[in-house]
């Protein structure tokens, strides 16, 4: 639901002299204009920076080893190119403003909010969805230890989880308690699941996954 | 007739033991599809335009902008002019358009003019002399009823207990009906006393239930030694389900509906959409392969899910997805009764407990809500209690993992251990001493306790209030009771043996993520005797046989009898066509192995496969039922105990509350699943510490808003937030006999009260409310003067 608050202050970014209200207008014309446009070049901040949309623009974007193309208004997240365009619905759209990590993808092997990152800023770099854990039939050691120690219930936030216990290991291969509760925080589960997942990262950890 | 009756612990292959969870590959994987991840093809993509005022009238909608942007496929009006808004968020127009940020934009490009109304979203004590005496009901109330999703069973009770203003004609039956109205809320307006004197009064927000008396409290509280008073309470809490509700519809022709939806009630969707959408419920067929989180708020298709198929329709017929945004989640789909009491609670010096006496109040919404259970588990043997509901302007409340029971828990088990305090006991000890008031689950308590306390490591951890602290860290001790119902729901299997030996289920119910899949499957395997990964196992369509909803710990009790039925008598099927080959009677064969054998013999023997071949041409469907007395025993079973301890440590400057241990000891008759059993009695710990220090749905008076619609402000408990976490299952001679017994609800109960229990026992003051955050703690402590 939007609340348009009539009292909103018309605060002007000075930088810019675009207004947020402004901003907001612009974007709402984008069925104006033509669907698929090219990047024009505004004077800012004393820079040459390049202006995309509002209306759609080409992307490009190399997910799980694979080149994908689509043409997305800027706006659109990571999470939703991956999910609408791609029918990569592993990462889930949750809270939708980086706070549960339902929607945790790899970009250039860092754990990332997918819902937080414009897709268009992810062209260029390596994405890594949970999809791509798998090799073959053969699950992933993390996953392998999540199924283990019964770390999923309604599995909503599991893929999720999964990507981010992967990030974390790689980066933490002998993780001690508190790395794992500072660690793996940045997550959520309603189901409440994270009994499992304390058990199935310290499997992991023992091995040296 | 078939031994149908489950088997004893030493015939039994799979029930029992610890069985990994069938589906786990599928959702570490990312395989899973769960309601929002399905993409139809040429699907469109709606939104909801939502009143951003509590309470309202429409009064105009200008959607002639949003229809002529490009891209827009479909408007529909959920609720036009004059329509009355009662809560922030409440529909108004549904959008479809060709992808999501086009449908945004539309819903933007939407003019509604309102006007507001005075709104009240306050629980908080109700004013004195403001509550009013429930009247005979109108049959607008009724229809307000409808609209707040109370459920029939309550309306009936109010229509019959209250009666009418007025007699209804035809006209307005046949309109109730089509607002969902059923037919015993129907048949209940036609036999209720018409009372027209009442129409006129005006309503007030808060209604005084009767008082309700047990014993004489006057006379109990006169002789009572000992008298503890005070305030105690939980305020509302929503759902937070991840995946947030929501369907797709298509429409596969003129009438003709598919719905995806994320449900806790499969096989009850159908009959719930066919009269808005007036179509029969055979035309409707809804499908779910896995669902993103329920806990009591998925049962009915929404107005929302109407809305859906609606704009679908205008669309012709195209899919459309709608599925609440996050904010919407937390404002509209789900949120839990409070409840808050002033408690007298009295005893003899020994301990014995002997009156109660309670004024509470709560809100559910708009439709009021009633009283919690109280007192709880205790059957104190003089009582007074008077309930006030408070009718107000926060969302329609919805059934939150074991409805009134964790509201109960707190209010009952903090004021015996407020009374065992200033008696100056061990509440351990205060709590058995009165176990008899805990009929009939006296003995199961008593021997949970025992095990708990060990656990815990009770009798060393236990001081007397505010005694065990070092610096500015206070450490203490809590526990709680508390019961369940839990007896397995209707349920139809169907079961196929085929000549080539496969064998598939078919079954209209739903996994939670429960384990419900694993345990049908555990159960067919170990009365068929074959491995489970050779049975094909389908739930979640309304094309298999129906199965009741998901709630109230209900499922597994009825989808493992239904299976089981449905595999005895299949596996005597398949005997009576394999005796003659083996030169027996179908009565000496068992089935073991993955063998059909003389029984005790195994060179009078064939392999499963071998033996389903003797079928002949046509596969063996066998259905199964729940309950069926035709064929006993009886598999399910009502009514469980369980207890809970907590340990906390509290700082005393900062009031962070941190839960460093939690015991919970759970009894649920024959436990069919160990493994998913103790990870529900985990997760519903960690549920517990959410809900007791975290979550609360926080209304601006102002605005009349939710403040907090958001994960960042609605805050959900971490993994850094989970203490050790100790689960006992009570298993074995007195559990297993008693039959299959639901546990969804039970362990989710206690951890409120536990908690606020240990809290008190560490900083020795009583923080009244739940959650317990740390400006809480302070304020209790700057109450106390402490």
């Not at chain 1, 204009?33 to 209306?55: D, I, M, R, S």
């Not at chain 2, 949003?66 to 009006?77: N, R």
């Not at chain 2, 490009?109 to 109108?138: F, T, W």
Request: net charge neutral.
């Amino acid at each position: 639901m939007r609340d348009d608050d009539p009292n909103q202050n018309e605060k002007v970014d000075e930088r810019s002299g675009v207004s947020r209200r402004d901003f907001l207008k612009i974007s709402s014309i984008s069925v104006a204009v033509p669907l698929v446009t090219g990047p024009k070049v505004v004077f800012a901040a004393g820079e040459q920076v390049p202006v995309h949309g509002p209306g759609k623009v080409p992307m490009e974007f190399t997910i799980n080893g694979k080149k994908h193309k689509a043409d997305l208004e800027p706006r659109v997240t990571l999470l939703d190119a991956l999910r609408d365009e791609f029918d990569l619905t592993g990462a889930k759209r949750v809270c939708d403003r980086a706070e549960c990590g339902a929607c945790t993808v790899l970009m250039d092997n860092k754990a990332v909010y997918a819902c937080s990152v414009l897709a268009i800023e992810a062209q260029g770099r390596q994405i890594a969805t949970v999809e791509s854990l798998m090799q073959g039939d053969k699950l992933h050691p993390v996953q392998q230890a999540f199924v283990d120690n019964d770390a999923s219930q309604c599995g909503f936030c599991t893929p999720g989880f999964v990507v981010a216990c992967k990030a974390f290991l790689d980066k933490h291969p002998n993780p001690t308690p508190e790395d794992i509760r500072r660690g793996l925080s940045g997550n959520l589960c309603r189901c409440g699941t994270y009994h499992g997942i304390q058990l199935a990262i310290a499997q992991l950890a023992q091995k040296g996954a | 007739m078939a031994d149908y009756g489950w088997p004893d612990a030493e015939h039994r292959t799979l029930i029992g033991k610890r069985i990994t969870r069938v589906d786990s590959p599928v959702k570490v994987s990312g395989q899973a599809k769960y309601t929002y991840d399905v993409k139809r093809p040429g699907m469109l993509f709606g939104k909801i335009l939502r009143c951003p005022y509590a309470y309202a009238k429409v009064v105009s909608i200008d959607a002639s902008a949003a229809e002529k942007m490009p891209g827009v496929k479909a408007i529909h009006i959920i609720q036009g002019p004059n329509s009355t808004i009662h809560w922030a968020g409440d529909e108004v127009v549904a959008v479809a358009a060709v992808d999501e940020p086009t449908a945004e934009d539309a819903v933007r490009a939407i003019k509604v003019k309102y006007q507001k109304l005075s709104h009240l979203v306050s629980d908080a004590e109700p004013p004195k002399g403001a509550a009013q005496a429930q009247g005979p009901l109108s049959m607008d109330d009724i229809d307000d009823m409808l609209d707040n999703q109370v459920p029939a069973r309550q309306m009936v009770e109010q229509i019959q207990q209250y009666g009418i203003t007025s007699k209804p004609d035809e006209g307005t039956l046949k309109g109730l009906q089509e607002d969902g109205a059923t037919d015993e809320v129907i048949k209940a307006i036609r036999a209720a006393t018409v009372h027209p004197e009442a129409g006129s009064r005006p309503k007030s927000n808060y209604q005084k239930a009767a008082a309700q008396t047990l014993g004489d409290g006057e006379k109990a509280f006169a002789q009572a030694e000992v008298i503890s008073e005070g305030l105690y309470g939980v305020p509302v809490i929503t759902h937070c389900c991840l995946e947030s509700h929501g369907s797709t519809s298509e429409w596969t022709d003129n009438d003709h509906l598919l719905v995806h939806m994320s449900t806790q009630n499969v096989s009850g969707i159908a009959g719930q959409m066919a009269e808005p959408l007036k179509i029969p419920a055979t035309n409707i067929r809804v499908h779910q392969d896995h669902i993103g989180g329920g806990f009591g708020s998925k049962f009915s298709p929404d107005r929302w899910g109407i809305a859906t198929a609606e704009v679908s329709k205008k669309a012709g017929g195209k899919p459309v997805r709608i599925m609440l945004e996050r904010d919407s989640e937390l404002k509209v789909a789900g949120a839990r009764p409070s409840a808050y009491a002033r408690v007298r609670v009295g005893a003899k010096r020994d301990g014995t407990i002997v009156a109660w006496q309670s004024e509470s109040w709560g809100t559910g919404g708009p439709g009021g809500g009633g009283m919690p259970p109280i007192p709880y588990v205790f059957s104190i043997p003089n009582q007074r209690k008077e309930h006030t509901a408070i009718r107000n302007n926060i969302g329609p409340a919805r059934a939150w993992r074991a409805p009134n029971h964790p509201q109960a828990a707190v209010i009952t088990m903090c004021a015996l251990d407020d009374l065992a305090a200033k008696l100056n006991m061990d509440p351990l000890d205060f709590f058995l001493k009165n176990i008899e008031l805990g009929k009939p689950r006296q003995a199961i308590y008593t021997e949970e306790l025992g095990i708990a306390s060990d656990l815990m490591g009770w009798k060393q951890k236990w001081h007397p209030r505010g005694q065990n602290k070092s610096g500015n860290l206070a450490r203490g001790v809590g526990l709680s009771l508390h019961t369940w119902g839990g007896r397995g729901h209707a349920s139809d299997c169907d079961l196929t043996i085929h000549p080539d030996g496969s064998v598939d289920i078919k079954m209209g119910s739903q996994d939670l993520g429960t384990g419900t899949r694993t345990c049908i499957l555990m159960v067919a395997a170990d009365t068929l005797g074959i491995p489970m990964d050779t049975i094909s196992l389908q739930i979640g369509d309304t094309m298999y046989p129906p199965s009741g909803g998901s709630g109230g710990s209900t499922t597994i009790g009825g989808v493992s009898s239904s299976t089981r039925r449905a595999a005895v008598d299949a596996r005597e099927g398949l005997f009576a066509k394999v005796a003659p080959a083996l030169n027996a009677q179908p009565a000496e064969l068992e089935s073991i192995n993955g063998t059909v054998r003389v029984k005790g013999d195994s060179s009078r023997s064939l392999s499963w496969k071998e033996a389903c071949s003797k079928l002949g041409a046509m596969p063996l469907t066998v259905r199964g039922k729940n309950p069926d007395k035709s064929k006993p025993p009886d598999l399910t079973n009502s009514g469980v105990g369980g207890v809970q301890m907590a340990e906390v440590e509290v700082d005393t400057d900062t009031g962070i509350v941190k839960v460093k241990k939690m015991v919970a000891v759970q009894d649920c008759g024959l436990v069919i699943d160990v493994k998913t059993a103790e990870s529900q009695c985990h997760g519903a710990l960690i549920m517990g510490i959410s809900y007791s220090l975290f979550e609360e749905k926080v209304m601006d008076p102002t605005t009349g808003r939710m403040l907090n619609p958001d994960m960042q402000y609605y805050r959900l408990a971490g993994l850094n937030d989970i203490p050790e976490l100790v689960v006992h299952m009570m298993t074995g001679k007195g559990y297993d006999e008693r039959g299959v017994i639901g546990l969804g609800e039970p362990p989710v109960i206690s951890p409120g009260a536990a908690i606020s229990n240990a809290v008190a026992n560490a900083i020795g003051v009583r923080v009244p409310f739940l959650p317990l955050t740390p400006d809480r703690v302070l304020g209790a402590f700057q109450k106390a003067g402490a």
